[in-house]
């Protein structure tokens, strides 16, 4: 749904993209490299036995001197006899050395006649003995005799650390070190410590390429000049506000006697919301020429403002008029860094969804289910179940919306379905597959409340997607407006097996990719590997796709003419909808800020008195919730507010999870925001434009694309709420 383009700035496009693409790549590199260079080592080991151990890094030569050390030992008596008895001899033969000692035959009494505590008379001409002399200073140290036992040990040492060293050293081969350099480098970028700046980066040049071509989220495109107007106007307010208070919060860290923490990351954002300041001035001194002058109602002014502008503004106005904390914005911004390898999946993500879109892959399985004959309801029933299993590896709805929502779309149309069906079954294929394993935001949940786990989560969330995948089919059923006909089995079987062989390829070259990984890195597909792994998967469909069904010609010709088309293609359409879906998510979490230390959930009672009460207030917020922010930043607001509220009047943690995850489903189909119906209409383009409807035409028929969907996520939620309180 680009749009098109000023002179001054068609520059931003090609430069944005080509630094994601570089980012997304490092991202990728990055999520590898733990596992790559753990097999490196593997193969070190394999190939010089010791190598983790002792050939990883040079040895380090050993301190002690063995020729002095033997020169010492040398010093010593024949045998050390003089300072060491020699084996088996006994130092005290013929006496007893605890016996005491016999007196004097002299003087039996050696006591006798004198008073023993006496001071002594000293001598006449006795010299004092102390005169001259510190009775309390130091000894002097006697002379250091040489231990020969322990001396030979020591030598002994000393001979086997050189004879380890030497032969270690030997071992070190031109071969071993040239291994060594590249192990050693991907060990180091294994610890790659630029994760913020590099999502900093990924999100400001998103957002460039999105504001340059007029693509961020909004409830309503701006028609005419005056809308646009309004659009840029409130993107440069929101750009200043997030610009000022970066600005206040570096000039904060400087001042401040603690150690900084990346300092440098005020700066990137400062200098990215200026750059972006200076692109909606641009484009509102240079007009675009696909607009024409018009009047529009307030509303609509209303609606062309981009979501991220409403969350900014509202964020920048608190922080600044109400709480004086200048910065307060920016510390935000550093809160969503802090988890920078899901906003960076996010990223990867899309883009592995713009290469399935550039593939025949969507195209060859609905030529699959094409022989049954199915009504168009029942195949976007049938879309919408089966893509939960995605959903659930990309983490959200929207993602996935987002990845596949275009495909989805064209593909329904193509059978024959109704705009309105093939934007409602594309909104709702999200939405059935965030409770099921392994979906990031129920680890996420888990990870931020201990009173839950993953298996109880993801247990009860089967039961929550059977519930939605029975309702989902009840409700598209009756919306259908063709009567489902039994197909001729013995037909439309040999005919979706013709249709199955041309996706062999590609289900091949998938198991293929994912064996690779598992037997190279050890990586098998999970909540966290998946966007590592499912970008290299569609770059591998995408390669034979475009190989395969080229036109005749050699390698570097299709690869001219197809592969990189493609590649660039996807990767330019993948900064619009990650600069887009990115913002919206960075603006979430600041205001989810505000809402937390405005301390609004204080003004809920801790205690309602009746289960089905607290219910109905949690349902509500919840839907609420879902309607303003994004799945992950609203979790964290939950967890750290409402949560409590559930907890303290006796719902069950479990029993409130699966409310809160169904709660947002609902949020994100329902009015005046729709945020999965947004993303939608953000990837399909004009083709989604169904507001247009004709005169005789009812509330029901006019808006099914949205009732339909709301009404399947609403009654869910209700069971799913009201029905386990019957069991309490």
């Known amino acids: 749904m680009s749009h098109q383009v000023?002179?001054?700035?068609?520059?931003?496009?090609?430069?944005?993209?080509?630094?994601?693409?570089?980012?997304?790549?490092?991202?990728?590199?990055?999520?590898?490299?733990?596992?790559?260079?753990?097999?490196?080592?593997?193969?070190?080991?394999?190939?010089?036995?010791?190598?983790?151990?002792?050939?990883?890094?040079?040895?380090?030569?050993?301190?002690?001197?063995?020729?002095?050390?033997?020169?010492?030992?040398?010093?010593?008596?024949?045998?050390?006899?003089?300072?060491?008895?020699?084996?088996?001899?006994?130092?005290?033969?013929?006496?007893?050395?605890?016996?005491?000692?016999?007196?004097?035959?002299?003087?039996?009494?050696?006591?006798?006649?004198?008073?023993?505590?006496?001071?002594?008379?000293?001598?006449?001409?006795?010299?004092?003995?102390?005169?001259?002399?510190?009775?309390?200073?130091?000894?002097?140290?006697?002379?250091?005799?040489?231990?020969?036992?322990?001396?030979?040990?020591?030598?002994?040492?000393?001979?086997?650390?050189?004879?380890?060293?030497?032969?270690?050293?030997?071992?070190?081969?031109?071969?071993?070190?040239?291994?060594?350099?590249?192990?050693?480098?991907?060990?180091?970028?294994?610890?790659?410590?630029?994760?913020?700046?590099?999502?900093?980066?990924?999100?400001?040049?998103?957002?460039?390429?999105?504001?340059?071509?007029?693509?961020?989220?909004?409830?309503?495109?701006?028609?005419?000049?005056?809308?646009?107007?309004?659009?840029?106007?409130?993107?440069?307010?929101?750009?200043?506000?997030?610009?000022?208070?970066?600005?206040?919060?570096?000039?904060?860290?400087?001042?401040?006697?603690?150690?900084?923490?990346?300092?440098?990351?005020?700066?990137?954002?400062?200098?990215?919301?200026?750059?972006?300041?200076?692109?909606?001035?641009?484009?509102?001194?240079?007009?675009?020429?696909?607009?024409?002058?018009?009047?529009?109602?307030?509303?609509?002014?209303?609606?062309?403002?981009?979501?991220?502008?409403?969350?900014?503004?509202?964020?920048?106005?608190?922080?600044?008029?109400?709480?004086?904390?200048?910065?307060?914005?920016?510390?935000?911004?550093h809160k969503f860094t802090q988890i920078p390898n899901i906003y960076l999946g996010i990223g990867l993500y899309i883009w592995a969804g713009m290469m399935l879109s550039r593939t025949r892959l969507a195209t060859l399985v609905f030529d699959v289910f094409a022989p049954f004959h199915l009504p168009p309801a029942i195949l976007a029933w049938l879309v919408v179940v089966l893509a939960a299993i995605p959903t659930a590896y990309s983490g959200a709805s929207g993602i996935f919306v987002i990845a596949a929502g275009a495909v989805i779309f064209e593909r329904l149309r193509a059978v024959g379905a109704s705009p309105r069906l093939a934007l409602a079954a594309t909104a709702m294929s999200g939405s059935l597959g965030v409770v099921l394993r392994p979906c990031l935001v129920v680890v996420l949940i888990a990870v931020l409340n201990n009173k839950v786990t993953t298996d109880e989560l993801f247990g009860w969330g089967i039961y929550v997607f059977a519930l939605t995948a029975v309702l989902s089919f009840i409700a598209f059923a009756w919306w259908s407006k063709e009567r489902f006909e039994m197909?001729?089995?013995?037909?439309?079987?040999?005919?979706?097996?013709?249709?199955?062989?041309?996706?062999?390829?590609?289900?091949?070259?998938?198991?293929?990719?994912?064996?690779?990984?598992?037997?190279?890195?050890?990586?098998?597909?999970?909540?966290?590997?998946?966007?590592?792994?499912?970008?290299?998967?569609?770059?591998?469909?995408?390669?034979?796709?475009?190989?395969?069904?080229?036109?005749?010609?050699g390698w570097q010709v299709k690869a001219r003419e197809t592969v990189w088309p493609a590649l660039r293609s996807s990767t330019s359409e993948s900064s619009h909808h990650v600069g887009a879906l990115l913002m919206v998510m960075a603006g979430s979490v600041g205001l989810g800020g505000v809402i937390e230390r405005a301390e609004v959930m204080a003004l809920v009672p801790e205690s309602f008195g009746s289960l089905f009460i607290t219910m109905t207030v949690l349902v509500v917020v919840m839907v609420l919730v879902g309607m303003t922010m994004d799945a992950l930043g609203a979790v964290v607001l939950v967890s750290v507010t409402i949560a409590n509220v559930a907890d303290a009047n006796g719902i069950d943690p479990v029993h409130f999870w699966m409310v809160v995850l169904v709660g947002f489903e609902l949020g994100y189909l329902t009015p005046p925001v729709s945020l999965n119906h947004l993303l939608a209409r953000q990837v399909i383009g004009p083709e989604s434009e169904v507001e247009h409807v004709d005169p005789k035409d009812s509330f029901w028929e006019a808006n099914e694309h949205l009732l339909v969907p709301m009404g399947i996520m609403g009654t869910a939620l209700l069971i799913v709420a009201y029905g386990p309180l019957f069991f309490y």
């Open 6 to 333: 000023q002179e001054p700035l068609r520059f931003v496009n090609p430069i944005a993209t080509g630094f994601i693409l570089l980012s997304l790549l490092v991202a990728l590199g990055v999520g590898i490299a733990p596992n790559l260079d753990t097999r490196f080592v593997e193969i070190g080991e394999a190939i010089w036995p010791g190598y983790a151990a002792e050939l990883r890094q040079d040895p380090v030569a050993p301190e002690c001197d063995l020729e002095a050390e033997r020169a010492k030992l040398a010093e010593c008596p024949e045998g050390g006899a003089a300072l060491a008895p020699a084996e088996g001899e006994d130092p005290f033969d013929g006496e007893d050395p605890f016996a005491d000692p016999a007196p004097s035959p002299a003087n039996d009494d050696p006591f006798e006649g004198e008073d023993p505590f006496a001071d002594p008379a000293p001598a006449a001409d006795e010299a004092d003995p102390f005169a001259d002399e510190d009775p309390f200073a130091d000894e002097a140290p006697a002379a250091t005799t040489v231990n020969c036992a322990a001396q030979r040990n020591f030598v002994q040492l000393c001979e086997e650390r050189h004879t380890t060293y030497a032969a270690t050293v030997e071992r070190i081969t031109p071969s071993l070190r040239a291994f060594r350099t590249f192990e050693l480098a991907a060990s180091d970028f294994a610890l790659f410590p630029f994760a913020k700046h590099l999502l900093v980066l990924v999100v400001l040049l998103g957002a460039l390429s999105t504001t340059a071509h007029r693509m961020h989220i909004a409830l309503r495109n701006p028609e005419n000049l005056t809308e646009h107007r309004v659009a840029q106007g409130g993107q440069l307010i929101a750009h200043l506000f997030w610009f000022g208070s970066c600005v206040a919060d570096y000039q904060i860290q400087i001042a401040s006697a603690a150690e900084n923490q990346n300092p440098e990351l005020s700066v990137m954002w400062a200098l990215g919301f200026l750059a972006l300041a200076l692109v909606n001035v641009v484009q509102l001194v240079r007009t675009p020429t696909d607009l024409g002058e018009g009047s529009t109602e307030f509303v609509r002014l209303l609606m062309v403002v981009p979501l991220y502008v409403y969350m900014a503004v509202i964020g920048g106005l608190y922080f600044v008029l109400v709480e004086g904390h200048y910065s307060g914005q920016a510390v935000f911004l």
């Open 487 to 553: 197909p001729n089995l013995g037909r439309a079987i040999p005919e979706a097996g013709a249709a199955f062989r041309p996706l062999l390829p590609y289900l091949g070259l998938m198991i293929a990719i994912g064996l690779g990984y598992f037997v190279f890195f050890k990586m098998s597909v999970n909540e966290h590997t998946a966007p590592t792994i499912l970008p290299a998967v569609l770059l591998g469909l995408l390669l034979y796709d475009r190989f395969a069904h080229a036109p005749a010609g």
